[in-house]
């Protein structure tokens, strides 16, 4: 089993939709998670970071944790065709250093208007 | 502030050839990082380097070689090309904090044939 699952899609939604993506790990030690999106042909950009359990929110963007189930979500509200792009999840352990961040395979999304 | 800067945007190779995938940072971040990330794959770290004349070994490390004269470059060399080093490569730097975000640059496309 590898440590960070994420379905790769693609995911393809209407405008306006509300999106959930999703990532599922093995390694109860990580401790931070991220979430990265990748616009076509760029480098990945950090959208939402969050520490702890719970849910943490930014603008149209949720990002919850549930160490228990091993189990970080993303969601998008409200959908947009902006909002096209690749979405990569990725966590690490609290003893770790900054370049033992594993990254999940990421999930493409279209947003159709 | 460029952020992370790469070049080149593309190249194609012929098996057997040697290159150097240049990158450059200007936001004097110690921590400087290389991924490649092939389709359905994720990213996957190849060397990194934590200061000037520190460099050391990813997940991936055969058939490449790195240097850091200085904080703000982080080359990485191709020795002998082959077609399984054929992917996207990235560039990041941060400042090594594991709550501080990876600055990607937006990739060299490397072609091996």
């Known amino acids: 089993q590898k440590e960070v699952e994420q379905d790769p899609g693609p995911l393809s939604v209407p405008e306006g939709a509300i999106v959930s993506l999703n990532c599922t790990y093995s390694?109860?030690?990580?401790?931070?998670f991220m979430w990265y999106r990748q616009y076509s042909r760029k480098g990945p950009e950090l959208l939402m970071y969050?520490?702890?359990?719970g849910n943490k929110e930014d603008g149209r963007f949720t990002a919850q944790v549930d160490k228990s189930s091993k189990y970080i979500s993303l969601f998008i509200r409200d959908s947009q065709p902006s909002d096209s792009a690749t979405y990569l999840c990725?966590?690490?352990?609290?003893?770790?250093?900054?370049?033992?961040?594993?990254f999940g395979k990421g999930t493409k999304l279209s947003v159709i208007p | 502030n460029a952020g992370v800067t790469q070049t080149p945007k593309f190249r194609i190779l012929k098996i057997g050839q040697s290159m150097t995938l240049q990158c450059t940072q200007d936001?004097?971040?110690?921590?400087m990082y290389w991924y490649r990330q092939d389709p359905g794959m994720g990213l996957k770290l190849i060397y990194y380097?934590?200061?000037?004349?520190?460099?050391d070994k990813g997940e991936v490390p055969n058939g490449y070689n790195v240097s850091r004269s200085t904080t703000e470059d982080f080359p990485l060399r191709l020795e002998l090309a082959a077609p399984s080093q054929t992917s996207v490569y990235f560039c990041?730097?941060?400042?090594?904090?594991?709550?501080?975000?990876?600055?990607f640059g937006n990739g060299t496309r490397l072609t091996v044939t």
């Open positions: 990041a730097s941060s400042t090594g904090q594991k709550n501080s975000p990876l600055h």
């Open positions: 390694n109860s030690a990580f401790q931070y």
């Open positions: 969050t520490y702890s359990s």
């Open positions: 990725a966590m690490i352990y609290s003893g770790a250093g900054s370049y033992q961040l594993t």
């Open positions: 936001m004097n971040h110690n921590y």
């Open positions: 380097s934590v200061g000037a004349g520190i460099t």
